[in-house]
């Protein structure tokens, strides 16, 4: 199964945005990328998903390299909110029930 | 509001116990899933379910088991609790459209 590498923790400002990298080398053709992020003391949830385009939605934006082996989650404006664990996940379509979660990035944001 | 909800938040047994975790999603979906998540380990992943009756064992499905009787419901069973198996564990439901998983706030498990 394709894995992901992720920063362990990136810090931002509070109002800046912030890019937080993946790299996903082994990725295939038909694996779409998934982050979901942790807030302190809950369950992940979603944020956003791209195959190949970027995306953008009205949390986040993902952009993704032209080859897929790197893609990047932009916050365009960090509130302290968004302090959380950030996860970059592949979802392989012959096993669409499985999420493969790593270690995440602690996104740190500072006032 | 899509709601999954987990019947603890915190939960303290001793070894040798039977232990039930339970998780009950109300958005009618097919596919559940139960997560351990330990500091390093990140989430991974126990049993998942995509039908009533229906299981398929994940990542680290030793030393559970699970029940899926009502499509609503999703249990998670220690049939005899270690300490190893302390640790934080999360529900997670799957419908349509089928990228985006919910998950419960989870429950702590401490095992004495």
């Known amino acids: 199964d394709a894995k992901t590498t992720q920063p362990n923790s990136m810090e931002s400002n509070e109002e800046e945005p912030v890019h937080l990298p993946c790299n996903h080398s082994t990725i295939s053709g038909t694996d779409y990328i998934h982050w979901y992020r942790q807030l302190p003391s809950q369950g992940p949830e979603y944020v956003i998903h791209?195959?190949?385009s970027n995306v953008n939605n009205r949390m986040a934006s993902l952009a993704i390299a032209e080859d897929r082996k790197s893609s990047t989650l932009i916050l365009h404006r960090a509130t302290l909110r968004d302090a959380a664990v950030y996860y970059c996940?592949?979802?392989?379509?012959?096993?669409?029930?499985?999420?493969?979660f790593g270690s995440g990035t602690k996104l740190n944001v500072k006032p | 509001d899509v709601k999954v909800t987990q019947s603890s938040r915190y939960l303290v047994k001793r070894t040798g116990e039977k232990v039930f975790l339970e998780c009950v999603q109300d958005m009618d979906h097919e596919n559940m899933f139960w997560y351990r998540q330990d500091p390093g380990l990140g989430l991974r992943l126990i049993y998942f379910?995509?039908?009533?009756?229906?299981?398929e064992k994940g990542d680290i499905p030793e030393g559970y088991s699970v029940s899926r009787e009502k499509k609503e419901r999703f249990s998670l069973i220690l049939e005899s609790a270690s300490t190893n198996q302390t640790s934080m564990y999360l529900c997670?439901?799957?419908?349509?459209?089928?990228?985006?998983?919910?998950f419960g706030p989870g429950t702590r498990l401490t095992v004495t």
């Open positions: 997670a439901s799957l419908g349509a459209p089928i990228y985006e998983q919910y």
């Open positions: 996940i592949l979802r392989a379509p012959y096993n669409f029930n499985k999420f493969y």
């Open positions: 379910s995509y039908d009533v009756k229906m299981k």
């Open positions: 791209g195959l190949t």
